[in-house]
C-alpha cells in the first residue's frame, strides 16, 4: 500500500536517482536505444565530453543497461530500453505538472486512457491583463475557418462565442457536434434573448446533445487544437485554459467527447423555446 516501507523498493529508487542525475546519462542511454554507436560516434552525437562518455558507458555496463556489440560499438540492452521508455515518459510528466502549475488539476485524470506525459507539449493560455476579452476573441478566431468544432460544455458560452458559433454554422456549414448539460440548458431557457440563436444554430446544422449530469471540464476541439478550460468556472468570465495539439490527447477528447454524446439526448430546435407560463401568472 501507498506510503509503506516497501511501496518504493530502496534498489528502484537509487537507479532512478543514479539515471536522474545527470543529463548526459539520459541522453547516451537515449540515443543507444535508437541506434548502436561507438564511443566516439557517441561524443560527436551527443556533444557530450569524451572522457564523461567513457565514464557513463562503463557504469551503464555494470548494470546491465548497454553491452559492446562485435564491431566494437555499443547499444542498450532490454533492461536499457525498459529502463529509458519508464523514464522519459516519467520526466515528461513532472515537466507537464511543472508548466501547467495549479492548472494540472483541471486535468479529468479520472477520465484518462493516457498517460500525463501525453501534455508535454501543453501550454496555459491566460488573458491579457491589459484585455481580460482577449481570450475570448481567441475563441471566436479559432473557430473561423476550421473544418470541425467538437465539444462538452458544462457552461453558457460567452455571448460573443455563441454568435460566432451560429453564424459558423449558418453561414459556412460548420461540422459541430456539442454536448451541454441540463443545468446549462436550463441557465439558457431562463435567458429567452438567447434562445434564437440556439435555434438558428441546430437549424443550421449544429449536433446538440443534452447530457444529464455533471462534465469533468470544458472540452473544445478546433480542427486539431484541443482546449481545457474549468468544468465549474464560467467561461465567459477569462478562459483560461490548457492547449494541446498532441495527437494522442485530440484523440482522446474525441473519445470523452464521443462517450458523454451516446450517454445523452440528441436535441432539436424546439428544445430552446422559451417555457410557458402558467396562465394565472403563479
Known sequence: MPGEPDAFPEEAMDEVAYLSRSASRVR?????????????????????????????????????????TVDGAYTATPTGEGVISEFKPFIESIQTIKDLGDLVVWLPTDEFTIDLHHFSDASVRR????????????????????????????????????????????????????????????????????????????????????????????????????????????????????????????SWAHEVISEYKNEAERLDSSAFTEPTGNSDGS
Not at 154 to 161: M, W
Not at 214 to 241: K, M, R
Request: hydrophobic share 35%; net charge negative.
Open 28 to 68: 547516451i542511454l537515449d540515443a543507444l536505444v535508437t541506434e548502436s554507436l561507438t564511443r566516439s560516434e557517441l561524443q560527436n552525437t551527443t556533444e557530450i565530453a569524451r572522457t564523461t562518455v567513457g565514464r557513463i558507458i562503463n557504469e551503464f555496463e555494470e548494470r546491465g543497461w548497454v553491452r559492446r
Open 127 to 250: 488573458p491579457d491583463p491589459t484585455d481580460p476579452m482577449s481570450t475570448i476573441a481567441d475563441f471566436n478566431e479559432r473557430l473561423t475557418g476550421v473544418s470541425e468544432f467538437h465539444c462538452i460544455v458544462g457552461v453558457a458560452p460567452p455571448i460573443p462565442f455563441e454568435q460566432a458559433m451560429r453564424d459558423e454554422v449558418v453561414n459556412r456549414g460548420l461540422n459541430t457536434e456539442h454536448v451541454i448539460t441540463t443545468d446549462e440548458l436550463t441557465y439558457l431557457l431562463e435567458r429567452p434573448e438567447r434562445l434564437p440563436r440556439w435555434r438558428e444554430y441546430i437549424d443550421g446544422g449544429a449536433n446538440v446533445y443534452q447530457y444529464d449530469g455533471q462534465v469533468p471540464c470544458n472540452l473544445f476541439v478546433f480542427d486539431d487544437t484541443l482546449i481545457i478550460t474549468n468544468g465549474q468556472s464560467d467561461i465567459g468570465e477569462s478562459l483560461v485554459g490548457i492547449k494541446s495539439e498532441n495527437e494522442a490527447v485530440l
